[in-house]
């Protein structure tokens, strides 16, 4: 594992002193290359962690830990420039007339410079396929459109990690695997850390590490091979298990044994291919 990028040390939180604690003693780290994905039910804590991990909210109790920074009042515009956040509906994040005064915006209250600016705006929206966008006005976009923007948005103040809170669940399934696949090559280009918020089973199964929420807490973290294994457990706190994993299940009912956990349709199709070769 690389270094560690964030940190939560024993974290607990609370909307006010009277309010129960969302989130108790909450502890894990995330490497600088690695792509975490968190689950749980709906209420759990993950976007309250998410908040957390770029100042929008700071932990009453424990520490957070950005690039061995604290995140408090004092550090949070340079916490700010390593966490780059996208959130489930992209009109609230809009700000500029065009897409390119979007792009900039964050730029300019970072207080980078214009020539800069420019290079990056156009490396951005370059990469996330909206260059030819870059001067049509944000709301008359398309879901697909405004989430690639918000991402473009995001990567051009060149984060440390990005995090995505439900960031595609206003798209249909084709528009996830676009987003998803841009995300993954900007991942990719550079070298970032990406955390994932997703009820979308078939993004979790693609991430290196999956933490499972339950009720504030955290219950166990693992690869997503072995998160989906404990179907029982999942069940148990609301969650489901991807289409394969139950297809899988139930073919073993039937007498078909497979050997494997498969998690996605490759592996299942080979499990399959397998077994029928043995015969
Ligand atoms: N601004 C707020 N004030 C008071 N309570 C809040 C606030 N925001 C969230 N909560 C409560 O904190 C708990 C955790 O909420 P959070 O939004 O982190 O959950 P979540 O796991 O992201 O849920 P979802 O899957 O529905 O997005 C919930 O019980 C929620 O009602
Ligand atoms: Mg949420």
Request: hydrophobic share 40%.
């Amino acid at each position: 594992m690389e270094k560690s990028l964030i940190e939560f040390r024993n974290v607990s939180f609370r909307y006010g002193e009277n309010q129960p604690w969302v989130l108790e003693n909450v502890s894990f780290q995330i490497a600088s290359d690695e792509w975490v994905a968190i689950i749980g039910h709906n209420g759990s804590g993950k976007s309250t962690i998410a908040k957390l991990m770029n100042g929008l909210l700071f932990a009453q109790e424990g520490e957070i830990l950005v690039d061995g920074l604290p995140v408090n009042e004092n550090t949070i515009w340079e916490v700010r420039k390593k966490v780059g956040m996208v959130f489930q509906n992209p009109d609230n994040q809009f700000v500029g007339t065009t897409v390119r005064d979007d792009v900039a915006f964050g730029l300019e209250n970072r207080g980078v410079q214009r020539e800069e600016m420019l290079k990056r705006m156009e490396e951005s929206l370059n990469a996330v396929g909206m260059k030819e966008y870059a001067l049509h006005e944000p709301h008359r976009l398309s879901g697909g459109q405004k989430q690639r923007v918000a991402i473009a948005s995001v990567m051009a103040i060149s984060p440390d990690v990005i995090i995505l809170d439900e960031a595609t669940a206003m798209l249909d399934p084709k528009g996830r695997q676009e987003i998803m696949k841009t995300v993954q090559s900007v991942k990719k280009q550079k070298n970032l850390a990406l955390v994932t918020i997703t009820h979308d089973l078939n993004e979790v199964v693609q991430a290196e590490r999956v933490i499972v929420m339950n009720q504030g807490k955290l219950l166990f973290e693992a690869s997503p091979r072995d998160v989906f294994k404990r179907k029982a457990e999942l069940r148990e706190i609301g969650l489901d298990t991807p289409f394969t994993a139950k297809m899988a299940e139930e073919l073993n009912k039937r007498g078909v044994v497979l050997t494997g956990e498969p998690i996605n349709h490759e592996e299942l199709l080979e499990e399959l291919w397998t077994l029928h070769s043995n015969r």
